[in-house]
């Protein structure tokens, strides 16, 4: 297979726009084409030979198609690709406003000022972050860190990839009988049980769970000296969870995160953020949580992932409070109980047999790569699920996405609606609710029940994917700590009264024990966005840094 293209389309600047992508040449081929029905001749040859387009580079002036609609046309051969306009300086200004309503609806990713000399650096690195995206979303890894030996693609391996695709490791998976395989193989000393994992050049492991490959690579949470209070412990590594670490450490604060799956949580399987502050490329939650947990070990922040809390013992009169897992305990002064939600199951029968095969609960970025040629439906009218679609789209032959209420309207933001309504493979059936389904061995097809007449179909489906709301993960939690009638933590004046002291409430994040405060999710009343839960992560740590220091301040005279 050749490296994968770039396709770089202008009339009168393609020399320039050739010698500017020159330093790409290494890892792509550079193909240079002067209007849009070059471009697309081009396209279907590389298709035709099994190769990939990695992004289309368009002059917003083409002489024999508007650039949307020539953008609409080369998607249609590959769209995987990125799509980028390039204008030339005299026209940027006038070219903005009227390709601005098209970067809205999704129709291309970027709009940038063709460089006028050498280094532009602004606009490559504009150039970088989309090809990462596209590299980590679309196409395999030229190199891994992490190897999986495997005769089959079954669904324990797509979940061990899923977590290693949200951890942003480069994983791939090889047969027995390959070169690498049997490399693995031979370093491989215990019962030969699939899939072995072998993680960045280290001895082989029998994977017989996610959570063996975390501790594989992370370590478990009694490597922390049981001698030493940490001042913050952060339960999950969402959001919330990862923003307390970044400022908790930040500030002079030994911390600790741990974390049940991979860092990001449910954010960190969103494809593609769009409307987060400070990325007006949009960034996927991968990165956006890769970024914040780099930032938070700069600062000190440890980190255990893979091992999910079951118990916490509140601490009493100053003593510090303690965090069971499976693998060891921590002593905290201070806890944030930042584990988020869970998506909320199904509960259809035929097809809880068929996750990971077929049926998937959440955007399993991995799973999507599978769903090539096939016909896959989504279940859910939240921002969660609006994304997955998108991204799914990019692969699969046709989506539907499925919602009980009569449109998208009130649940999901508008910039996705629009990108939803503008892609020719994305439908919406509204009304409608999942209620059956089968297949041998793996999804083969679904029941939809039309909510208002009764009526129930049949579709043939490749994939199902499941979004279906919030449901807290508070089973680990102490009554001490109140909770709402549907599980999700009190804090600040949602606190029941006759629970506040002093007649004064706790403060806005704290729950009912004091030193134990709540972010993001988890937290009853909050606001279920990236950007809120992050907010939040961040506002509880001066609350952490003022019961800090009541621990130190001698008793008030009575």
């Not at 590959?78 to 390709?99: G, K, Y």
């Not at 309503?101 to 999704?106: D, H, R, S, V, W």
Request: aromatic share 6%.
């Amino acid at each position: 297979m050749a490296d994968p293209a770039i396709i770089l389309v202008s009339e009168n600047h393609a020399d320039l726009l050739e010698d500017e992508f020159g330093r790409y040449r290494r890892d792509y081929v550079i193909r240079a084409v002067r209007s849009a029905e070059a471009a697309l001749a081009v396209t279907e040859e590389i298709r035709a030979a099994g190769d990939q387009v990695a992004m289309f580079v368009a002059d917003s002036r083409l002489p024999d198609a508007h650039v949307l609609t020539a953008f609409a046309d080369w998607r249609s051969v590959i769209p995987t690709a990125r799509r980028m306009v390039v204008a030339h300086w005299d026209n940027f200004l006038t070219d903005s406003e009227p390709l601005r309503a098209g970067l809205a609806k999704g129709k291309y990713d970027a709009y940038l000022l063709m460089p006028r000399g050498r280094r532009d650096e602004e606009f490559h690195n504009a150039v970088t972050d989309l090809l990462s995206d596209w590299g980590s979303t679309v196409a395999g890894p030229e190199v891994d860190t992490m190897r999986i030996v495997t005769p089959t693609l079954d669904a324990h391996t797509l979940a061990i990839r899923d977590f290693l695709d949200r951890m942003g490791m480069p994983n791939r998976a090889y047969a027995p009988d390959s070169e690498v395989g049997r490399e693995v193989l031979a370093d491989y000393a215990g019962e030969l049980v699939y899939p072995i994992v072998q993680a960045m050049n280290r001895a082989p492991i029998r994977a017989a769970s996610v959570h063996d490959v975390a501790i594989a690579i992370y370590g478990q949470p009694d490597d922390v000296d049981v001698e030493v209070v940490v001042d913050l412990a952060v339960v999950g590594g969402g959001p919330a969870g990862l923003a307390a670490a970044v400022y908790g450490a930040s500030e002079g604060l030994s911390t600790v995160v741990i974390e049940a799956e991979a860092i990001g949580g449910q954010a960190g399987t969103s494809s593609m953020i769009r409307n987060y502050l400070g990325f007006p490329r949009g960034i996927s939650g991968m990165r956006l949580s890769q970024r914040a947990r780099n930032q938070a070990i700069r600062f000190g922040t440890r980190f255990f992932t893979g091992w999910p809390v079951t118990a916490l013992d509140p601490g009493r009169a100053g003593a510090p409070h303690v965090l069971h897992t499976d693998g060891g305990a921590v002593r905290a002064r201070s806890v944030v109980i930042a584990n988020g939600v869970s998506y909320r199951k199904l509960r259809v029968d035929p097809l809880d047999s068929l996750v990971g095969l077929g049926v998937f609960y959440g955007a399993a970025m991995t799973a999507a790569r599978e769903m090539e040629g096939n016909d896959v439906f989504v279940v859910g009218g939240g921002n969660s699920a609006g994304q997955a679609a998108v991204h799914l789209a990019r692969f699969a032959r046709s989506v539907t996405i499925l919602i009980r209420r009569a449109s998208l309207a009130e649940t999901m933001s508008a910039y996705l609606i629009n990108e939803i309504s503008y892609n020719p493979r994305i439908s919406v059936r509204a009304n409608a609710q999942v209620v059956n389904g089968g297949g041998d061995g793996r999804l083969e097809w679904i029941g939809i029940c039309d909510t208002v007449t009764g009526h129930e179909t049949h579709e043939r489906a490749g994939g199902l994917f499941l979004l279906l709301g919030a449901e807290p993960n508070c089973d680990w939690l102490p009554d001490d700590v109140a909770r709402d009638a549907n599980g999700f933590v009190l804090t600040g004046r949602d606190v029941p009264r006759d629970s506040w002291i002093a007649d004064l409430p706790p403060g806005n994040l704290e729950t009912t024990v004091p030193g134990i405060f709540a972010a993001g999710d988890i937290r009853a009343s909050s606001m279920k966005r990236v950007a809120a839960a992050s907010g939040e992560g961040a506002s509880v740590v001066p609350l952490v840094h003022s019961w800090l220091e009541s621990l130190t301040r001698p008793p008030t005279a009575g």
